[in-house]
């Protein structure tokens, strides 16, 4: 069902680039103001000026940090900065990394998958689904970059179903692992190394294992909308044209479903504007919930080991003396035959917690996203917010069969984790 192209990527050239950790990012999204700045004067060929550029303040419709992307696209193509590819091909890629979740000493984690572009499908044809609601702002700012550049600088990140693992074997089979293209130890200390395979009966090869393989989006669902607006738009404009065009596809990074080095992390939601005291939580949320204190040293280890059997979050408060757990009851929660999205524990969370503390949309409007759980436990400490609550990391199963049956998750609900890197390789379609 998924139709890989094998293409000509666009890399870093190693003799202007020889320090690829210097030019490469994190996704745009998740790139604070302070950390786009770091970016900037870590290089000057950094990718965050195509993927995220800073705006100046005389900008206009004619002259913005769009159209100056696409103005140094172009130059470091034509200076040699960045490459094309002779042949076209696909890049497999490996991050060795420790998750946040694993205890302390627990060995590293590898993630394996590869870079192809594939060919844009609509949801609902059952070929690619995806699984979370997107937001506008989003899409307009990556159309107007896509519409600039020409260009997938940054991969969507989607899953395939490969239970024996024989795509990933035949890749395993069809690199040589002690030579990849690219070999670092990124930002937060994790090792990552890409290779490329352009043998064409080993691409063929696997582009036919994939066909018969639905995508599930796990991260890039912007992107995604995006490319699809954006062929809308280039097939208008065209009119009729032969055959598969290069607007007809986007880059993707592709891993398995059953991946052990695949993590899940939690997205905590973090309030900043008023909530009930603690006398009064137990009265608010008592009918749905069982609301017990739990201490601080065991409050993350039990909200994680309860989780495992029934849907339970943690509630941290400013100024209470405990954080407490909350288990929903059984009458509450959700009975066989219900929706996908709403057995999640994301989706409790919202109707049985979120709608009584946060009862205005401008309150959830003012949350703050966090995958770290020290973190929403310190903003509440340090007084930068009223309550944190965390959730426990959603399953790659709740995931698959929510896409599966054609429904979204809330915003927010779950975080694959590694992300892939940007500027590794780009699909250049001018």
């Not at 890629?93 to 302390?104: E, F, K």
């Not at 990124?186 to 090869?205: C, H, K, M, S, Y």
């Not at 608010?284 to 039990?302: C, K, P, V, Y």
Request: aromatic share 8%.
């Amino acid at each position: 069902m998924a139709n890989l192209i094998p293409f000509r990527g666009v890399l870093y050239n190693p003799a202007k680039a020889p320090d690829i950790s210097r030019v490469v990012a994190p996704p745009y999204d998740v790139i604070d103001a302070a950390f786009q700045q770091a970016l900037y004067a870590r290089h000057p060929h950094n990718v965050i000026r195509l993927e995220l550029g800073l705006d100046e303040p005389h900008d206009s419709p004619g002259q913005n940090r769009y159209t100056r992307a696409a103005a140094l696209l172009r130059d470091w193509m034509a200076s040699g900065v960045l490459q094309r590819e002779r042949a076209p091909g696909i890049y497999p890629y490996m991050i060795d990394y420790r998750s946040p979740l694993d205890a302390p000493g627990t060995p590293p984690r590898t993630l394996k998958g590869f870079f192809s572009t594939v060919e844009l499908e609509e949801f609902g044809t059952g070929k690619i689904y995806p699984h979370e609601n997107t937001r506008a702002a989003a899409k307009t700012d990556r159309l107007n970059l896509l519409e600039a550049c020409g260009a997938n600088f940054s991969a969507i990140f989607s899953l395939f179903s490969d239970p024996k693992g024989a795509v990933i074997q035949l890749i395993d089979k069809s690199v040589n692992t002690d030579k990849p293209r690219f070999e670092f130890t990124d930002d937060e200390g994790f090792r990552q190394r890409l290779w490329a395979i352009t043998d064409r009966p080993v691409l063929n090869e696997i582009v036919a294992c994939m066909k018969s393989s639905p995508l599930f989006i796990a991260d890039g669902h912007h992107r995604y909308e995006t490319a699809l607006n954006y062929r809308r738009i280039r097939r208008e404009r065209a009119g009729t044209a032969g055959g598969v065009q290069p607007y007809d596809s986007v880059l993707m990074l592709f891993a398995s479903l059953e991946d052990p080095g695949l993590t899940v992390l939690p997205t905590h939601r973090v309030l900043t504007t008023p909530v009930p005291p603690h006398a009064d939580i137990a009265r608010l949320l008592g009918g749905a919930l069982d609301i017990e204190e739990i201490a601080s040293a065991q409050f993350i280890r039990t909200l994680r080991s309860r989780g495992q059997t029934a849907p339970v979050f943690g509630l941290a408060l400013r100024g209470a003396p405990s954080p407490l757990l909350l288990s929903v009851k059984p009458d509450h929660r959700p009975k066989a035959g219900a929706p996908e999205r709403d057995k999640l524990d994301v989706s409790l969370l919202q109707t049985l917690v979120m709608n009584t503390l946060c009862p205005k949309e401008s309150d959830q409007h003012a949350l703050i996203y966090t995958k770290d759980d020290q973190e929403a436990i310190d903003l509440v400490a340090q007084g930068k917010a009223t309550a944190a609550l965390l959730l426990n990391p959603a399953k790659v199963s709740e995931v698959r069969a929510v896409a599966a049956a054609g429904e979204r998750m809330p915003h927010k609900s779950a975080y694959f984790f590694p992300k892939p890197l940007t500027g590794l390789v780009m699909n250049v379609m001018e």
